[in-house]
């Protein structure tokens, strides 16, 4: 259900702080992708796709070719970049210590990579577009045809010329929460009433241009774009924005509270998992007991059939890696079927982060009425599965969770505003 990300330690990152006392504050920022170009090597000319992110003079990030594939840290000084990767190679793991100067969107510098030998290379920043017009607006809301407010090409309301999600209403009530259809062990197999009062939920998962708007309203920091995504935010606007912490998202909800003057918050369990359902009792999936394969975008959505655990891992080692990395997964919100209340991408195009902390127990305890998860825990619950899931990790009632600083290209969020509409 998770794949995790796990960056090289700091302690390289320290040894060199520690051998260079003079650091001055960095005025570059290097962040986002780069192709490298390897002039001379022990194996001979090459390329390399390298993606940086910045932190003050701490830069992390990825390195790829088809050789080699790893992780990284190191530091800014000046225009002197000094980085060590941690490389598969063939299988085996190798260390590569980069050095270059940084001129602009440009470097230059070498490869040293012990008993293997030293290469030369260069660099150069690749530079995303940055306006929706300087390219095709994919995913537009002109042709969704579906009856739903929108502003031009964006889905969403505006309030004080602010790109907004649009908000429907739900009546509060009583429902079985959690499912008992599948493995005992699992961590909602424990079905129980719970009731939910009045609140509004957002028709679709935030977007791309909803979350810019509170990025340009705020200056908060923009989203690192997924490899291989390029354009993403600008270019695919009424797609799910990626890349948010639960931070980020708890970010977003307080300035929509303090933009509207509503309580806007992420969803509790309970009320996103009664709005999936819709009234209806027990089901596994959003539409029912049976999968439908044109319900929902997840991966068996773009192998076109389902496959069983092995033929998914091998079309994913293969493939859907490969995919993956060279365009957005994701899909325009309302591409799939709404509910049976009118909310779309329940199931599928990328997680949600809820409200609530993860506790696996929680149900066994919970409030009847109106639960808003543990008081404290180290993660928070997220719902709905994502592209790259597939079914039997899709049901309605299926929990995932993450730290509340991870950001990751199948995460996202959409929101409530407590009680009566937002003005």
Known sequence: MRRHLTFVSTVALTALVAAHPGWAEETLDLSGPWAFQVLTSPNGPGSRE????????RVIGFVDSNSASGRFVGALDGTNLEFIAVLDFGGQPMAAEYYATVDGDAMEGRIEYGLYGTATFVGQRVVAKTQAGDGEIVGSAKDAKIEASREGDNFGVLHDGHLMPEMLA????????????DDADKDYNTPHEVTVSNF????FQVTNAQYAAFIEATDYETPWEPKGWTGYMANYPNHPVVNVSWNDAKAYTDWLSQTTGAAYRLPTEAEWEYAARAGKQGLRYVWGDEWDNKAANISTWRMGYVPDRDEWKTWWDGEGEQMSKSQ?????VGSFPANDWGFYDLTGNVWEWMYDWYEQDYYKKSPAVDPMGPDTADEKVLRGASWYNKPDVSWVSTRDRYATTVRLNYNGFRVVAEGGPAD
């Open 170 to 181: 739900v009546t509060g009530g009583a429902f079985q929460m959690g499912s008992a259809k």
């Open 50 to 57: 390298v993606l940086f992110r910045q932190e003050g003079n």
């Open 328 to 332: 957005p997964m994701t899909t325009r």
């Open 200 to 203: 509004q939920m957002s028709r």
